[in-house]
């Protein structure tokens, strides 16, 4: 309780007027640089902050932001892409096609860039016009618009192509409609309107404050008390009572979402474990778990168990293939035949209520065959560091996901990718995935990512375990909240019906 009143007296002392707009998130952001970012609290800001190249509508279809249109050439080798007239970044400069080059070139030559993976074999990237971008590829490459529709597609000023990491974030100059003016690490990320926004009309706040509150609890709480317009993640349990609150709304949709196990295979001293060794181990740990059980005891029976990176429903969704149920009998016969009785994991948990309460139903599970997680529970930010280090033998997180598949395989299991944490590498998953993101034709395309899931289900890098529903709660005056399967908050025609 004295948690709830210390971060609800923060949030009324630090709250502005009418025109500010407080949105509680479920941790804090690592780096918001869009060429470096990783996780899902850095992409709720950058909603306010950068603008892409390409929007994804409720509908999960991709549609024109910063750029106008867009065509394919060359047989699929090269991607036109034609600008908007009259947009801005944060400190002056003018959007033209030379900025978008330097932009997009940054995301593929920057140390440590995560957006490289994405973009796919790009060769080049010129400026066909004052307005018009064209992207060259040595081959064939579907997934890039969808990468364009999020953080490979936002664009950075030219002046800061050059900055990086924590020197840009003192002055990130995206072309969203609000620009940073103070972030306090763990407390709160403070934006203003950006008066130049090309599309001003449709911002309705003078300011934007962001809350990492990882407890949902206490999210909820400063919901109803009023201290938050917005909250993204709405827990499971708290669905019920918020929706008997009118002064709340909880709005519901789908999630493009995939909550997995990730498991150290080869990177560094901490993958020498059976775990990380013996794909027995990973089968066993696997069969430990009871999918269903766990939706019912942690989320109220509202996710979706699964066994894939894509919800059923997705275009990429392999049918056929089945989510395997509880087997702690066959979980202590791998054990035994890798060698093992008993085995001790160490399993990382971010820090929010929602992987923390799974955590304890996944270790309860595993212990009954054998496998004893002890839980460390770690801020998001480090937990995603600790990830890209390989300081982990196994943790627990969620994908955001994207409306491609590629975006959520390729980089977090092809050999060498930035996003492979566990540096899993496997020659047959790699050709499956070069194959599916390297065709045009859908009907190839799931054919292919069907093998490559076969491999990959069989490996075991990561354990899927199941697809979130998307909850946001917003206070009964908030209008113009839309749901988008990607689960990020939109200000875009965001509005208070009242002052404060």
């Known amino acids: 309780m004295r948690l709830v009143i210390a971060?609800?007296?923060?949030?009324?002392?630090?709250a502005a007027g009418a025109q500010t707009l407080r949105i509680g998130i479920a941790s804090d952001p690592d780096v918001l640089d869009p060429t470096l970012s990783r996780s899902v609290a850095a992409r709720q800001v950058f909603m306010a902050m950068c603008d892409k190249l390409i929007e994804v509508d409720e509908r999960g279809q991709l549609v024109p932001q910063l750029a106008t249109a867009w065509v394919w050439e060359e047989e699929g080798r090269a991607l036109l892409l034609t600008l908007r007239p009259g947009v801005r970044y944060h400190d002056g400069e003018a959007m033209d096609a030379a900025a978008v080059v330097t932009g997009l070139n940054r995301h593929l030559t920057a140390n440590g860039s995560t957006r490289r993976g994405e973009m796919g074999p790009v060769t080049a990237i010129e400026a066909a016009g004052p307005m018009q971008v064209r992207i060259r590829l040595s081959a064939p490459f579907a997934p890039l618009l969808a990468a364009l529709s999020d953080r490979a597609g936002m664009m950075v000023s030219p002046r800061q192509a050059t900055v990086m990491g924590a020197d840009f974030q003192r002055a990130p100059a995206c072309a969203g409609p609000f620009r940073l003016t103070r972030r306090v690490a763990q407390?709160?990320?403070?934006?203003?309107?950006?008066?130049?926004?090309?599309?001003?009309?449709?911002?309705?706040a003078e300011r934007v404050i962001y809350r990492p509150i990882p407890d949902t609890t206490v999210r909820a709480a400063n919901?109803?008390?009023?201290?938050?317009?917005?909250?993204?993640?709405?827990?499971?349990s708290d669905v019920d009572s918020l929706r008997g609150d009118r002064r709340v709304r909880v709005l519901a949709g789908p999630s493009l979402a995939s909550v997995y196990i990730a498991i150290n295979i080869a990177h560094g001293p901490r993958a020498a474990t059976p775990l990380g060794r013996d794909p027995r181990v990973r089968a066993a740990l696997e069969a430990s778990i009871d999918r269903e059980v766990l939706n019912r005891v942690a989320f109220e029976g509202l996710f979706t168990p699964g066994n894939q990176s894509v919800p059923p429903g997705h275009p990429h969704f392999i049918p056929g293939v089945a989510v395997p149920g509880r087997d702690v009998?066959?979980?202590?016969?791998?054990?035994?035949?890798?060698?093992?009785t008993r085995l001790r994991v160490r399993f990382s948990v971010p820090n929010t209520t929602e992987y923390v309460q799974a955590a304890e139903v996944i270790q309860a599970m595993a212990a009954e065959a054998g496998i004893d997680l002890e839980l460390q529970v770690i801020e998001v930010a480090t937990l995603?560091?600790?990830?890209?280090?390989?300081?982990?033998?196994?943790?627990?997180?969620?994908?955001?996901?994207r409306t491609d598949i590629d975006g959520n395989l390729w980089g977090f299991n092809a050999c060498g990718e930035t996003l492979n944490?566990?540096?899993?590498?496997?020659?047959?998953?790699?050709?499956?995935?070069?194959?599916?993101?390297?065709?045009?034709?859908?009907?190839?395309?799931v054919a292919a990512y069907g093998r490559a899931m076969a491999v990959l289900l069989e490996d075991r890098p990561y354990i899927y375990l199941w697809h979130p529903q998307n909850f946001l709660g917003a206070r009964a005056g908030v209008e113009g909240l839309r749901l988008v399967p990607d689960g990020l908050i939109r200000l875009q025609g965001l509005r208070m019906e009242a002052a404060r």
Do not use: K
């Not at 609800?8 to 630090?14: D, E, N, S, V």
């Not at 790699?430 to 190839?444: F, I, K, M, T």
């Open 7 to 14: 971060v609800l007296f923060g949030l009324i002392a630090g």
């Open 223 to 236: 919901l109803r008390a009023g201290t938050l317009e917005v909250m993204e993640r709405v827990n499971t």
């Open 329 to 340: 009998a066959r979980a202590r016969a791998l054990l035994r035949e890798a060698g093992l």
């Open 421 to 445: 944490g566990g540096r899993y590498c496997s020659e047959a998953a790699d050709a499956a995935l070069r194959e599916g993101r390297g065709n045009v034709d859908p009907a190839a395309r």
């Open 187 to 204: 407390d709160r990320i403070e934006l203003e309107r950006f008066e130049e926004y090309w599309d001003r009309a449709a911002i309705h």
């Open 384 to 401: 995603l560091r600790q990830w890209t280090d390989g300081d982990f033998e196994a943790l627990i997180i969620a994908w955001s996901g």
